[in-house]
């Protein structure tokens, strides 16, 4: 089969979840004997587009301007450069199937274009994207949890507040046009796909809620790109248990409540912070006021450095403040037989069974995260409890599998 893969963002200039799967799934369809390319949007002076090799996969990069969060959101509305890149893709791969990771900062008039080819595609829903102009379902001008568009008036506050303007009651109303317009757009995409893939039971359930055809909606847990792993637990002489938290450092993160938890752990354990200092400095500013003697910030780790990482720790911390969609990190964790404190919330609840691989907190609650803390400091008889709780974790073989065969029934159906 010949598959392309679209995506907003890639590696080399950008490296999270998302880009991170859409490699390893290209690399694993690759190996199976599926002729993969990639096309996603750089953000870049001018206007052009690359062509390079990844191993086996064709990696196409097209660019048209630097992308600021204004004009990534005003690329839904049309954006006429990266169109014609990827008409000129589609004419050089000539795919038999569309595999939509991503769409922010692309134009919706890509979808069209697809159709028009009678083409079939999928999308994978990795966050709230197609519902919450923010993705992250988190208001930026109250930094709580959302439950989506209510007469898209509160979407546009969000809007606002995050360009840092006043939620000006006289702009309301044209901007949650607006916003309802982009829905509209992105929702007639969601119907035209073959099939929608949520990442866990959560996602799906939420956009079932959300008026998403629920026959559209699959779940196909991903798969983790690990090397061969081994125990790697050593118990330390002192006793001390040592705890790591390894993702971006946002405030929706939640790595503040992490830091005030352990402020008054000066004895019995010790925190390791990675991640990249660079992307909210005031933030990672705040975030060594708060920390403690028994607090190490380690920086952005490389994929090597990460699993060397989780080879040296006893426990993972999540302490989201926002809807997770997935968490490769707990993926990772449980690959090396780290247990898991997370915030009671959303899809973390469905993967991490409290008491048995890690516990559960509820989110913000300083007081709760750091009464599990103590209690695995204190209590010599949990950790190696929780660790063997620990299940063996989907490889991305596994995956690859799976997605073929949610591929086939599409293609299947269109024909």
Known sequence: MRILHLVHQYAPEHIGGTELYTQWLS???SQRGHQVTIFYRRSAEGAGIEHR?????????????????????????????IVRAFERVLEEATPDLIHIQHLMGLPARLAPVIQQRRIPFVITLWDFWWVCANAQLLTNYSQEICDGPRAYL???????????????????PGAAALLAQRNQLLRQIMDAAG????????????????????????????GLDSP????????????AVRFAYIGGLSWQKGVHVLLEAFQDMESGGELWIAGDEAVDPAYVSHLR?????????????????????????DVVVVPSQWYETFSFLVSEAFATGVPVIASSLGPLVD???????????????????????????????????????ICPVPTIEDHVHDIEAIYQAVVAGST
């Not at 090799?53 to 990534?72: I, N, Q, Y």
């Not at 516990?359 to 929780?386: I, K, N, Y």
């Open 27 to 29: 690399r694993g369809q």
């Open 154 to 172: 509160n979407c546009a506050s969000c809007a606002l507040a995050r360009a840092n303007a006043s939620p000006f009651w006289p702009a309301l």
């Open 289 to 313: 006021t708060l920390a403690s003697p028994n607090v190490r910030f380690l920086g952005r780790l490389t994929r090597a450095e990460v699993w060397k990482t989780l080879g040296q720790v």
């Open 53 to 81: 090799m990844e191993e086996d996969t064709h990696v196409w990069a097209a660019w048209a301007g630097a992308l600021s969060p204004t004009r990534r959101f005003r690329a839904t509305f049309g954006d006429p450069a």
């Open 228 to 239: 061969a792993l081994s125990s790697q637990y050593r118990q330390r002489p002192d006793g």
């Open 195 to 222: 099939k929608l893939i949520a990442p866990t039971e959560f996602v799906r359930r939420w956009y079932a809620q959300h008026k998403t055809p629920e026959e559209k909606i699959v779940v196909a847990l991903p």
């Open 351 to 389: 993967r991490i069974r409290h008491g048995v691989d890690g516990l559960l907190v509820p989110a913000g609650d300083v007081q709760a995260l750091q009464s599990a803390l103590l209690e695995l400091t204190e209590d010599p008889r949990l950790l190696p409890r929780l660790r063997a709780g």
